[in-house]
């Protein structure tokens, strides 16, 4: 009886959103205890799987991430975030050509979402595949014109490639969007412009 009553009255909404809250603010188990109470009542429910995988791609259990995530894109194939997330979950585990197709599934789905070109940017990065990374994060630039990490891992990118001032004024419209980004660039003044490119990279490839 009581059990039926907790039931009647239980808000899985209220539930997932008190969840969310816990997971934003950093308070991953308390978040995991909430999804997984929603999972007991609903084993069906996509945004509580996926979201409990993201916590497990967060905590370094990436197989697990995968297994959870993919089990939530099973039951709801249409979220371009499932997606965005496996991919993820399966470059960290090395999974680069599968983690390309879900980002790649993620873009089909919505292709409009900057997030995933980063993504997919970086895989491609890795694999040395440089001029497609460099399209990448130009798509997610165009699209998030103040998209600070895009900006980062274009001059990044382009530095690679031996193109020193493309990269520089990538690196400078980061310090634009966010000011506090190279917190010395502006405090160094160099001569010459390999100077100013070190001085830079020195600061920018710090967080990626």
Known sequence: MNRILDE????????????????????LKAAEKIYREILETDPDHSDALHLLGVIAHQSDKNKDAVELISQAIQINP?????YNNLGA????????????????????I???YAGAYNNIGNVFREQGRLDEAVTAYQ????LEPDFLKAYN????????????EEAISCYQRAVQIKPDYAQSYDKIECGTATCKFRNTLKHAERDR
């Open 8 to 27: 009647s009255l239980y808000d899985p909404v209220g539930e997932l959103s008190k969840a969310i809250l816990c997971h934003q603010s950093g308070q």
């Open 89 to 108: 979950a399966l470059r960290n585990q090395g999974r680069l050509n599968e983690a390309i197709a879900a980002y790649q599934k993620a873009l089909r």
């Open 153 to 164: 891992n274009l001059g990044i990118t382009l530095k690679e490639q031996g193109r020193p």
């Open 110 to 112: 919505k292709s409009d």
């Open 78 to 82: 249409g979220d371009p975030n499932y």
């Open 139 to 142: 798509n997610a630039i165009r």
